[in-house]
């Protein structure tokens, strides 16, 4: 069932959106809505239901747009039918649907606006990222708080808050941004989720992408030879157009200005395709360059690969790792790319495509060589999830899978599928795992540092003790876990680190500041759930 409300009923909507709303901020928050929500006499359940399906996305506010979508579950809900996450996709005779009672708010709402009509000259709203009603000039009279800089509007905000607060300090002061990650943004706490695919050339990426688009996108080229040879990020635009590396990592508005510090030769291999597309308008998709076996393929990038890739796993809210049947073999630059993705086992997934190539018999034992070879290479006790099927614009060969295979990879496809239009709606959740996973990245980062300058002498050998904690960097990262009794898991890669360290001067390091280890500790301990709390189903 589409929204097709009246332009008086919009109106209508606004009017109680703009009394609704508090604050004026653009947003309707668990206080606002319990409040406003009961004057439709449905029970806590209802509403609790009717919450979650318009805040689709667990933001914990509700601009306009999803306002509009609770109004309209409101109406189903006292017209009888049951609320489910699929009730807005029913078929349903909106002769039968009335517009939902508020029970005394047109009476509020009048009162309110005599009482504007005397009261002093109004304030303006306050500045908003989302989406706010233009009200009518008699509601827009209302009188209004302005939104301080600091106030905590959602879910998202608060995180940004978090960051600047409590997390930032700590990554300047111990140089987190030159190991491990640069300092976040606002861009990269507003960035839609990200879906990044990896895999031999000729794995179908770039056609995978196509057909879920179903259309082509700026700068896409396919053929059996390696043909993507850089890094495409495709996402949502007013027109079509491909924009140059070196113009996105300047551009403000986009997440991806840590990419600078790979420098201009990788730059120039990546870029960035927009189009106005619905899908687009929810996900962002990263196309890479295929990738290729032996040390011929290593010396022929001029950038650090496996750095990007690691980088953009950071960012990436699922990663699909594609093979073809007819190439399992892992090569050696592949296992490095998929080494790089540890610590993000949970995003991970694999599409064995151009599977219709192939009859039933040869599919079970393709199926069982990868994961052989998966298990290897990931060295994961938990089995990885595997899509099974052709992700392109043809029909599926019944020659080679019969109907049984093609009933398989329907019901596979389907399921990938639902896994990617399920992405916007846990992005919060994302966000707030990713904040976490790098709080405690950051802590461990500044206690190695602080340890490294506290091992050396305060005047003579200096130069001989820093070679020696290098050539012993293993072992140092031991004593700081038994010291301060952090998992071992949590901690980086030591050829990785060592490499890094040998450009710095440990003296001039930051001793420890357990103040600073305080804060973020109590603002994981704390303010996290509390800032979860605050934004979470108000009827839950």
């Not at 300047?250 to 420098?263: E, I, K, N, Q």
């Not at 089995?383 to 599926?396: C, E, H």
């Not at 795992?433 to 002498?457: C, D, G, Q, T, W």
């Amino acid at each position: 069932m589409e929204s097709s409300w009246s332009k008086e009923q919009l109106k209508i909507f606004e009017e109680w959106f703009t009394f609704a709303d508090s604050d004026g901020d653009g947003r309707i928050t668990g206080n606002d809505a319990t409040t406003f929500f009961a004057l439709s006499n449905l029970s806590r359940s209802q509403l609790k239901h009717i919450w979650a399906i318009a805040d689709t996305k667990r933001q914990g506010f509700l601009a306009f747009p999803q306002f509009v979508t609770a109004m309209q579950l409101v109406s189903l809900a006292q017209s009888g039918f049951d609320l489910n996450s699929d009730i807005l996709k029913a078929e349903i005779d909106e002769e039968n649907i009335k517009p939902p009672v508020m029970e005394g708010l047109d009476a509020l709402v009048a009162k309110t606006k005599r009482l504007t009509t005397i009261s002093a000259q109004p304030e303006v709203y306050g500045n908003a990222q989302s989406y706010s009603p233009h009200p009518s000039p008699s509601i827009a009279s209302k009188p209004v708080k302005k939104l301080p800089l600091n106030a905590v509007t959602s879910i998202i905000d608060g995180l940004k808050k978090l960051y600047v607060e409590r997390l930032k300090p700590l990554e300047v002061t111990y140089q987190f941004n030159d190991f491990v990650s640069p300092l976040l943004t606002n861009s990269d706490f507003d960035a839609k989720p990200m879906v990044m695919l990896l895999g031999q050339y000729s794995t179908g990426k770039t056609t995978f992408i196509k057909h879920l688009l179903k259309c082509d996108y700026p700068g896409a080229h396919i053929g059996p030879e390696p043909t993507t040879d850089r890094f495409v990020v495709v996402m949502s635009g007013p027109d079509e157009r491909s924009i140059p590396g070196n113009t996105v990592a300047v551009d403000a508005s986009m997440p991806f200005s840590g990419l600078s510090t790979f420098g201009g030769s990788f730059l120039s291999k990546f870029q960035c395709s927009q189009m106005p597309h619905p899908l687009l308008d929810e996900i962002t998709f990263l196309d890479t360059p295929g990738v290729l076996s032996g040390e011929k393929q290593r010396t022929q990038r001029s950038y650090d690969f496996t750095g990007v890739i690691t980088w953009f796993a950071a960012k990436c809210d699922l990663i699909l790792l594609l093979f073809d049947p007819h190439k399992l073999d892992i090569s050696d630059e592949f296992k490095r790319v998929i080494a790089c993705l540890r610590g993000h086992d949970d995003k991970i997934r694999v599409v064995l495509n151009k599977a219709d190539q192939i009859d039933t018999q040869q599919l079970m034992r393709v199926y069982g060589a990868l994961m052989w070879s998966l298990g290897k290479v990931l060295n994961t006790s938990e089995v990885v999830r595997v899509y099974i099927g052709s992700f392109n614009d043809k029909p599926i060969n019944e020659g080679f899978v019969g109907p049984l295979g093609q009933d398989l990879f329907e019901k596979e496809q389907n399921d990938l599928l639902i896994d990617l239009v399920d992405m916007p709606r846990k992005a919060c959740d994302s966000r707030i795992n990713e904040f976490v996973k790098r709080a405690r990245s950051a802590k461990i980062h500044a206690y190695i540092i602080s340890h490294l300058r506290k091992e050396m002498p305060a005047i003579m050998g200096k130069a001989k003790a820093q070679q020696q904690l290098i050539d012993n960097l293993e072992d140092e990262f031991r004593k700081v876990q038994r010291e301060f009794h952090l998992p071992a898991g949590d901690f980086p890669n030591v050829e990785y680190f060592r490499e890094i360290l040998s450009g710095y001067s440990f003296d001039k390091f930051e001793k420890l500041k357990p103040k600073m280890i305080e804060a973020v500790d109590d603002m994981l301990a704390y303010e996290i759930p509390e800032l979860l709390k605050k934004f979470r189903n108000p009827y839950g």
